[in-house]
């Protein structure tokens, strides 16, 4: 076994004499940024976890420069959730959420509806989306049922999270081979790891006890970052188009103008300069800061 352990990374390993591959990840740094302009309730904060652990699992198995957005839409508690993922692993997440019906149930957050996995490549003309409805008692079921219609292969996914990390486990028979033995073991073995051991066991232990007796090979793997696309000069932008008046009023009636980002949740605060320097002659920057 090759590697070193850490979280914030996501690693591929194999069965060395078997058609076995998996993927692990564990989120620690990565998942509190994505966090720190949010509150969400217990439930639905790991279920956002569980998303974003799949959404770097799912992206991890691309194969070319691009985006994967894994989103969840249903008239549960959650009715609306979505996680990104780049090819190089940069991560966003957010959900939109009835506070008054959250409860700790799968069925209940999620309710009727539908996951939609969606696939854009650089340069490689329209997305790919795949489709499943949320069917079953975890998202980590859902997925599954994703790979055994959308992408026809062997695999079986286990997704955890809790406020201090977001982490799972993929493991896949690769395609063109019949079940065997050893893929029978792996999953068997990777049913078992209990939710706080696939958060916070070493990566080298956890993978070795899903691989049993088989010799396995685990990966230095990539790290996860946390990258939103919101940005202050993308916010500028927005106030421009709303136009000087409207902003000014805004300005007039609240003493600041405050413009949330919808994905991050991340305040951006102007004040009057910010404001004058935004409509002011062309070439004049807004100052770098915010309040």
Known sequence: MSGGSG?????????????????????EAC???LREHAA???????????????????ASTLKFEGSLT???QGDGAVRLLVAQCTHDFRIRAVAHFDAARVAA?????AGSGRIMVTVESAGRGAPYQGIVPLAGGSLSECIDSYFATSEQLPTRVRLAA??????????????GVEANAAWERLCGHSASVDAHDLLYAAPEALVQRCASIDDVRLFSGSAVTFEC???????????????????QQVLHEQGKVTVTCDFCHRPYVFD???????????GVPAPDRIN
């Open 40 to 58: 969400y309730p217990a439930p639905v904060r790991d279920l956002l976890g569980e998303a974003t652990a799949a959404a770097v699992l799912l």
């Open 31 to 33: 998942w509190a940024a």
């Open 162 to 175: 809790d406020a201090q990390r977001a982490g799972g486990l993929l493991v896949q028979q690769l395609p």
């Open 7 to 27: 979280t914030d990374r996501v690693r591929r390993f194999l069965l060395e004499e078997h058609p076995v591959r998996g993927q692990l990840v564990q989120l």
């Open 272 to 282: 009057a300069i910010d404001v004058a320097q935004a409509f002011g002659p062309p």
């Open 105 to 109: 149930d799968f069925a209940q957050l």
């Open 70 to 72: 894994l989103q969840m």
């Open 229 to 247: 696309r919101c940005s202050r000069d993308r916010v500028l932008g927005v106030l421009r188009s709303l136009g000087e008046q409207e902003v």
